[in-house]
């Protein structure tokens, strides 16, 4: 499935109309109701309104938890290395939170799990990468290797950026350019 198909411009919308509402309030569930109020109305599709609301509150999430490591970071709460660790989270770790807070119907198990949540970080990764964001979905990570899924790195490659990029540096610069 390609993320660049016409009908899926609405996630990459979506996610450049969330990344500015967070930078003017610094609020990741005030920019998730922004970016809803502007974009759904865009939308006709059901299926596509629940994946688009699935996509920002993924995003959402990535965001808390980063903001919140960088909090505690910088407060000498936890080190370095383990700031990098907090602001990752695993697909399961993803889907069970996403079911908890926001009841999204995310599966938990098995390869299902990964092809949608890696979809959705898909769309959270084109659609920063189109606005000069970092590349929030790599902080999305597998179990076993702690290392995002393989779409990550065939965006990085495709997109031309260094296989050695690291999300978490990229999204340390962008929270402290914009006061975190």
Same mark, same amino acid.
């Given at each position: 499935m390609s993320?660049?198909?016409? *009908?899926?411009?609405?996630y990459l919308r979506?996610? $450049?109309s969330? !990344? &500015?509402?967070? @930078?003017k309030? /610094?609020n990741?569930? *005030? ?7 502007k $974009?759904e109305? !865009? &939308?006709q599709? @059901?299926?596509? /309104?629940?994946e688009?609301?699935?996509?920002l ?10 903001v919140q490591?960088r909090?505690?970071?910088?407060e ?5 290395n ?8 695993t697909?399961k ?6 079911n908890n807070r926001?009841?999204?119907?995310i599966?938990?198990k098995?390869n299902?799990?990964?092809?949608h ?9 084109y659609g920063?990468f189109?606005?000069?964001k970092?590349?929030?979905?790599g902080?999305?990570v597998r179990?076993?290797?702690l290392?995002p899924?393989p779409?990550?790195?065939n965006?990085v490659e ?7 990029y690291?999300v978490?540096?990229d999204?340390?610069?962008?929270l ?5």
């Amino acid at each position: 499935m390609s993320i660049l198909k016409p *009908e899926n411009l609405i996630y990459l919308r979506g996610v $450049n109309s969330l !990344l &500015e509402a967070f @930078e003017k309030s /610094k609020n990741p569930e *005030e920019a998730f109701k922004e970016a809803i109020k502007k $974009n759904e109305v !865009l &939308e006709q599709n @059901e299926e596509r /309104k629940i994946e688009l609301v699935r996509t920002l509150r993924l995003l959402q999430l990535l965001l808390e938890r980063a903001v919140q490591a960088r909090k505690m970071f910088r407060e000498g709460v936890i080190s370095k290395n383990e700031y990098w660790r907090s602001m990752r989270i695993t697909y399961k770790d993803a889907a069970i939170e996403l079911n908890n807070r926001w009841n999204l119907d995310i599966c938990t198990k098995g390869n299902r799990l990964g092809r949608h949540l890696g979809t959705l970080a898909g769309y959270i990764n084109y659609g920063a990468f189109v606005g000069s964001k970092p590349l929030f979905g790599g902080l999305l990570v597998r179990k076993d290797t702690l290392k995002p899924g393989p779409g990550f790195e065939n965006l990085v490659e495709k997109i031309g950026l260094e296989l050695s990029y690291r999300v978490e540096e990229d999204v340390n610069n962008y929270l402290e350019k914009l006061g975190f």
